[in-house]
């Protein structure tokens, strides 16, 4: 297909048709003729609604394109591969600047659905945000009288029972306190921004890990030393990588007792990513994975939130800070996991 126009289209990691009036291939990219396992050649001038199996949807999708009933269409459908099963894809439908041609962008499902979940995360996080910063004020302030109440009542008993009383309510005061500092942290300090070294921050983490658990455990290393660094903040990334980590540790208490508990800690380059609605040529993905028991079904979906936990005694903070700093790095962090094998999955763009 000679037609310059379109070379730019070879780039994306979609998949992407150019239609002519007579519902005959125009053009089709390189994600394209990959998935169909078809070449150029092939594919050119071929009758396009028979390349899926509702025809009859795509037709009607290319006629309301070409009458400008819509700006974009989007719809799900199933395109079919000549020998393999049919490829499952989100439709979207829309006018070109030549009224006789259509563009069609297939998403595999699999890429739509990974980036409405990001979408919805993206939204939980602000939710999140607002609520804990609004809730840790109003709690902060009859918090300190509580605890001057109870400092001033103390000085006025003469009871050494009644004042054991009095100091419950200042250390239980103090408590809930570091709770609310804890729950404002990441709001309040400041982004650093310097050169960051993605293997570096595995480093300090995996020291870490294993400082706290020397025995029963391999931290494992699996690094594609070719990642650039990229400018970020260092300490943010440290301690988001370090409470995935330490979460994954405190969950394989029972293998780290048998000694077979292990942690990897993997680094790749990821092509042609879409974060947060925006592609970029190139992503640094790094990986947590641990051959723990799984994260409980009950919290899977929510477990970003804060305050939700898996473990008793655990604060429910980790993760959600952790999703906070990369969020800042404007980034996100996927997790896959069952019984054997948990992979928490940062991915961050790189310039």
Do not use: W
């Amino acid at each position: 297909m000679p037609d310059s126009r379109f070379h730019a289209l070879d780039l994306l990691a979609t998949l992407v048709l150019v239609v002519q009036r007579d519902n005959r291939a125009l053009f089709a990219n390189a994600s394209f003729e990959d998935v169909m396992g078809l070449s150029r050649r092939h594919l050119q001038d071929v009758d396009v609604p028979g390349l899926f199996v509702d025809e009859a949807a795509v037709t009607q999708a290319l006629m309301g394109a070409r009458r400008h009933d819509f700006a974009a269409l989007r719809f799900d459908a199933q395109l079919k591969r000549p020998g393999l099963e049919p490829y499952s894809v989100h439709v979207v439908v829309a006018s070109s600047e030549d009224p006789d041609e259509v563009l069609i962008e297939l998403l595999p499902q699999e890429t739509q659905s990974r980036q409405d979940r990001e979408e919805r995360q993206l939204e939980h996080a602000q939710a999140n945000k607002e609520l804990i910063r609004n809730l840790a004020h109003e709690i902060k302030n009859p918090l300190g009288g509580i605890r001057g109440a109870a400092q001033l009542l103390q000085l006025e008993l003469d009871s050494r029972d009644l004042t054991e009383y009095t100091q419950v309510i200042v250390r239980e005061a103090d408590r809930l306190q570091t709770l609310v500092d804890r729950l404002l942290a990441p709001h309040r300090r400041p982004h650093v921004v310097s050169n960051v070294n993605i293997h570096e921050v595995c480093e300090r983490v995996r020291t870490l890990i294993l400082a706290e658990f020397p025995k029963g455990l391999q931290v494992q290393r699996d690094y594609d030393i070719s990642l650039p660094d990229f400018r970020g903040d260092m300490e943010q990334l440290i301690q988001a990588v370090l409470n995935i980590a330490h979460n994954a540790a405190q969950a394989l208490s029972d293998r780290i007792a048998e000694g077979d508990a292990k942690i990897t800690l993997c680094t790749r380059i990821a092509r042609q990513i879409t974060l947060a609605k925006q592609r970029y040529r190139l992503a640094l993905e790094l990986h947590v994975i641990d051959n723990g028991p799984g994260i409980p079904l009950d919290i899977k979906d929510r477990l970003f939130h804060p305050l939700v936990s898996g473990r008793d005694g655990g604060s429910g903070l980790g993760l959600n800070l952790a999703q906070t700093f990369v969020q800042q790095h404007q980034g996100v962090i996927e997790c896959d996991s069952q019984p054997g094998r948990t992979d928490f999955k940062i991915l961050i763009p790189l310039p």
